[in-house]
C-alpha cells in the first residue's frame, strides 16, 4: 500500500485502483491502494502527480481531487481527451463535480479507481462458499477454476460439434470425412482470437489471446448449440414459425459475440461498440431477409431439416393428411409460374442469338 503523506497524520479516504476489468474491481480485486492523508491530490501519468497511474490512456495531470469552500469533496478534470467516468457520468476536461459516497466509483482511462470515505456505510461482512471455506489456499481454487474453465467450454464445443458432424455423417464415411471439424474448429478459432488479440495489441498494447479465448469459447457454444437445437425443438413443438427465427438467433447471439470482443479492445466505447453491433446486425439480417427473397419469394426460407426429428422427441400432434393438402395446394401455381419464367427466359436468349 502506498501513502501520500506522513501516515501519522489522519487518514481522510482510501483510494483503491484496479485494471480495465470491471467484474475483478466489483469483487474487490484491486491492484493497489493508496492513503490519503491531505487534500488536493492530483492523479495522471506524471510522476510529480500525487498517484502516478501507469495507463497509456491516462494524461500527464488527468484529475485533481480536493475539497471546496464549503468543505465538500470535488473531483475537477483537467487537460485530458479522455475525461473521466464518475459512476454513469462521463465528466470532460474543465468540468468540476461533487463526489459523495454514491459517486466513488471513478474511471481514468482504463484505470477502474474507488474511492473510500470515512463515512463510507460498509457491508455486512459475506460468509465464504463451503469450498473456499474449507480450503487453506482460496485463492488458489478461484484461480484453478478460471484457468480450467477455457479448458471446460473448448471441451463442450469440440464434443457439440463432433455430435453434429456424427449425425450429418453417412454410415461408413471415412476419416477424412472428420478433418474439417478436427483441424477446421481449432485453427479458425485460434485464428478469430489472433485477429482480437491484435487488435488488443494494437489499441490497448497488450496481446490478449488467452482473454479473447475465454470470452470466444461461451459464445461460440451457444451458437453451435442454438444452430443445432433450435430446429430440433421447433420441429418437436411443430411451429415452422420459430425455425424460421433460426437465423435471426444466430445473428443476435454472433452479434453478442462481436460486442463482447470490441468491449474488450475498447473498454472506453462501449456505448459506440453497443451502437455499431447493431447496426451491424440490423444489415446482416436485412441482406439474409433479400437473399431469401430473391431465392425463394420469400422473407424466410422453407422450414427443411438434412434428417428427420426423432418421433420420440415430438411434443405436439399431427396435423394430418388435409393439413399437408391445402399447404401444397399453392405449390402448384407457384411451379407453373417459374416454368413460365423459365421459358419466357429461354426465348429470349433464342431470339438473342438468332
Known sequence: MDSQQNSSHPRLALIELAGADAAEAEAGAFKRAVDVHAWPI????????????????????????????????????????????????HAKSGESLALTTASSHLKLGNTRIQLRLPNEALLPEQALPFMQRSSTAPSLVTSARSRAWPWLTGAGLLAFQAASQWTA??????????????????????????????????????????????????????????????????????????????????????????????????????????????????????????????????????????????????LSGTGGEQKLVQGLAPLAAQLAARVKKAMDDEEEGDDAGE
Open 42 to 89: 492530483t492523479l495522471g501519468r506524471a510522476l510529480d502527480n500525487h498517484i502516478v497511474i501507469d495507463d497509456p490512456f491516462v494524461a500527464a495531470h488527468h484529475a485533481r481531487i480536493g475539497v471546496d469552500d464549503a468543505g465538500a469533496l470535488t473531483l475537477t478534470v483537467l487537460d485530458t481527451v479522455n475525461g473521466v467516468d464518475v459512476g454513469f457520468h
Open 169 to 314: 455423417l453417412d454410415p461408413g464415411a471415412d476419416f477424412s470425412a472428420w478433418l474439417p471439424l478436427l483441424l477446421g474448429v481449432p485453427v479458425a478459432l485460434v485464428l478469430w482470437c489472433g485477429v482480437w488479440a491484435l487488435l488488443s495489441k494494437l489499441f490497448n498494447h497488450h496481446f490478449d489471446f488467452t482473454g479473447h479465448l475465454k470470452l470466444a469459447l461461451p459464445w461460440m457454444l451457444a451458437i453451435a448449440v442454438a444452430q443445432a437445437m433450435w430446429p430440433q425443438l421447433a420441429a418437436s413443438l411443430a411451429l415452422p414459425s420459430m425455425w424460421r427465427l433460426t437465423p435471426l438467433l444466430v445473428v443476435v447471439l454472433t452479434a453478442f459475440l462481436v460486442r463482447a470482443h470490441l468491449a474488450h479492445v475498447l473498454p472506453n466505447k462501449r456505448q459506440a461498440v453497443s451502437v455499431g453491433v447493431v447496426a451491424m446486425a440490423l444489415g446482416s439480417i436485412g441482406i439474409t431477409v433479400a437473399g431469401n427473397y430473391r431465392s425463394h419469394d420469400s422473407l424466410s426460407s422453407a422450414a427443411y431439416m438434412s434428417t428427420l426429428p426423432l418421433p420420440a422427441l415430438r
